[in-house]
């Protein structure tokens, strides 16, 4: 008789279920975890990252292709970038740690870069913890490339990889994030040092796991280095960021997030989220898993143009955006919102339908008509030219 199953071994089978036979895992990395957390409401996105299901060829198998994602260019320029940075031992990037975060620590003349290859990513992140505790005892300065780090993300771990860690000599760890995008002048673009900042939060919370485990727990620095590109040159430079708010945002996003193994007891029996299903089939398993959509959801999610047109079809006020969903409080589709400035229905009493109704007092009368009379756009009404009393003096 085969062993019972533990809760992870039967969660990690029903996640490949949902998956699909012979479907492999695509790994959850930061940037996927930093939009995740700013939608925490949306099962839909939690189910799909949590079974490592590939959204973009979902996507295109509802019809619905997303040209979301980096180009080809810019990934060859970015990993362009990042080998010179880390070239000769990371000693540029080093220089840059010391200068920006740590000038009065001793320069990182003679720095160890341990090897951190291991079989799967347990293995690489088993070997990541090692190689920082032993950073620590040696002293000095210390670059992990390209380390694995493992986090808890709904009851199911994400193994994320920064682009380098820096230990410093006082013990100290340090996230870098490695981008091409160009400093001009000491500075950066902030739309994009923004998102920087969220995806270098997230490894932030995964290294404060590693040190928590840790007896002294070495401290996990707030600030990251920020390398970029220097002016139009292809030589680096780098700045301090500190993400102190966006890892408490994240932190607390991520804790709201319903627990995948919730949302998969939740799912109808034999759901499947493989892209080769017939698409009746694939739309019906998409479509039983309740999704958040938003405008921001846009430029983070591959499946935003199919949840942007179910929302749409619904008449869903979260599709305008999520703050004009916050003002209207219990009114949640258009319909609702266009009754309630009629006055056909809602509490008068309620704030967001007071609003309405004198608005739309307002727009009758700036349009010259009677408050609920049948608007332009109603084709029974008589098209009616409404003419200003100096044109009627003129006439």
């Known amino acids: 008789?085969?062993?019972p199953r533990t809760r992870g071994t039967a969660l990690r089978h029903r996640l490949a279920e949902l998956r699909g036979?012979?479907?492999?895992?695509?790994?959850?990395?930061?940037?996927?975890?930093?939009?995740?957390?700013?939608?925490p409401g949306c099962r839909r996105r939690a189910i799909l990252d949590g079974a490592g299901v590939n959204k973009a060829a979902l996507a295109g198998a509802l019809g619905a292709p997303s040209a979301f994602g980096q180009?080809?260019?810019?990934?060859?320029?970015?990993?362009?970038?990042?080998?010179?940075v880390k070239a000769d031992g990371g000693a540029d990037l080093l220089r840059l740690a010391h200068e920006k975060?740590?000038?009065?620590?001793?320069?990182?003349?003679?720095?160890?870069?341990?090897?951190?290859?291991?079989v799967g990513p347990e293995g690489r992140a088993a070997r990541t913890a090692l190689a920082l505790r032993e950073a620590v005892e040696a002293g000095g300065w210390t670059l992990l490339d390209h380390p694995m780090l493992a986090l808890d993300v709904a009851g199911?771990?994400?193994?994320?990889?920064?682009?380098?860690?820096?230990?410093?000599?006082?013990?100290?760890?340090t996230v870098v994030e490695i981008k091409s995008f160009p400093m001009l002048d000491g500075s950066?673009?902030?739309?994009?040092?923004?998102?920087?900042?969220?995806q270098a939060a997230v490894y932030v919370l995964a290294l404060e796991q590693v040190a928590a485990r840790m007896a002294p727990a070495p401290p996990v620095r707030h600030q990251v280095l920020l390398v970029c590109p220097k002016d139009f040159s292809n030589l680096p430079t780098a700045s301090a960021v500190d993400v102190r708010k966006q890892r408490a945002v994240t932190r607390r996003q991520l804790a709201r997030l319903t627990r995948v193994e919730d949302i998969a007891d939740a799912l109808p029996e034999g759901t499947c989220f493989s892209p080769e299903l017939p698409p009746d089939?694939?739309?019906?398993?998409?479509?039983?898993?309740?999704?958040?959509?938003?405008?921001?959801?846009?430029?983070?999610?591959?499946?935003?143009?199919h949840c942007r047109e179910r929302s749409r079809a619904r008449g869903a006020v979260t599709s305008l955006g999520r703050s004009l969903r916050a003002?209207?409080?219990?009114?949640?589709?258009?319909?609702?919102i266009l009754a309630a400035s009629r006055g056909e229905q809602g509490d008068p009493d309620d704030p967001a339908v007071a609003a309405l109704r004198r608005a739309a007092l307002l727009r009758a009368e700036a349009l010259g008509r009677r408050p609920g009379a049948a608007g332009p756009s109603d084709p029974e009404a008589p098209q009616r030219r409404v003419e200003s009393p100096e044109g009627a003096r003129c006439r």
């Open 327 to 336: 003002e209207l409080g219990g009114l949640t589709t258009v319909e609702d």
């Open 101 to 118: 975060l740590d000038a009065g620590a001793e320069p990182p003349a003679r720095a160890r870069v341990p090897e951190l290859s291991a």
């Open 21 to 39: 036979p012979d479907v492999p895992a695509k790994a959850l990395d930061a940037r996927a975890l930093a939009a995740l957390a700013a939608n």
């Open 1 to 3: 008789m085969p062993p």
């Open 281 to 305: 089939r694939l739309t019906a398993a998409v479509e039983s898993v309740p999704a958040t959509y938003a405008p921001e959801c846009l430029s983070a999610c591959e499946l935003a143009f």
């Open 71 to 84: 180009s080809q260019f810019a990934f060859m320029r970015g990993n362009a970038f990042e080998a010179r």
């Open 188 to 198: 950066a673009d902030p739309a994009k040092v923004g998102a920087a900042a969220r």
């Open 156 to 173: 199911s771990p994400a193994f994320l990889e920064p682009d380098a860690v820096v230990v410093h000599p006082d013990g100290g760890w």
